[in-house]
C-alpha cells in the first residue's frame, strides 16, 4: 500500500514535533501528534507502509527489537488520516484487508514502555471551526 497524503487546500504549521492542519474545504482543524505527523509527511506517494514504518521506527530510535508495534500504529494513523480527509489516494492498495486493533496497538506500546509513542492517542484531533460569518454572532 502506497499512500498519498493530501496537500491542496490545506494550512500546515508545524508546532514543536506535531503538526496543526486547517483543511479549507471544509473548515476542519487538525492536530496531528509526532507519530501522526511523521506518518503523514512521509506518505508521499513513494513509500510503502513497511517503509514508513521503518523510518518512523528511526525517527523514534526504536529498534527492531522493541515489542512496539510500530507497523499497526502506522496504519492506524493512515486510518486517522483518510477519516479526516488527509489521504488524497493510494498507489497501490492491499490485497487484504490488514487486521489491526486499536486496542491492541495501544495496549502493546503501553506495554513496551512506549511512553513517547503510547501516549500520544488519539493520533488525530480534530475541530470543525466555525464560518467567520457565523462566528461573529
Known amino acids: 500500500m502506497i499512500p498519498v497524503a493530501r496537500t491542496k487546500q490545506l494550512l500546515t504549521q508545524e508546532i514543536g514535533d506535531e503538526i496543526v492542519i486547517y483543511d479549507q474545504t471544509n473548515s476542519a482543524s487538525h492536530c496531528l501528534t509526532p507519530v ?9 506517494g513513494q513509500n510503502t507502509i513497511e517503509e514508513v514504518t521503518q523510518l518512523i521506527k ?10 512496539v508495534d510500530m507497523r499497526g500504529l502506522v496504519y492506524l494513523a493512515v486510518d486517522e488520516l483518510e477519516q479526516f480527509n488527509l489521504i488524497d489516494r493510494y498507489l497501490q492498495k492491499p490485497q487484504k484487508p490488514i ?30 471551526a466555525p464560518e467567520p460569518a457565523s462566528a461573529s454572532s
Not at 36 to 44: D, G, I, L, Q, T
Request: with cysteine; aromatic share 8%.
Open 99 to 128: 487486521a489491526t486493533s486499536r486496542r491492541k496497538v495501544i495496549k502493546t506500546s503501553m506495554l513496551a514502555g512506549g511512553v513517547a509513542v503510547g501516549t500520544m492517542f488519539p493520533l488525530i484531533k480534530s475541530i470543525i
Open 58 to 67: 528511526q525517527d523514534f530510535e526504536l529498534s527492531n527489537s522493541d515489542s
Open 36 to 44: 501522526a505527523a511523521r506518518v503523514w509527511h512521509y506518505c508521499n
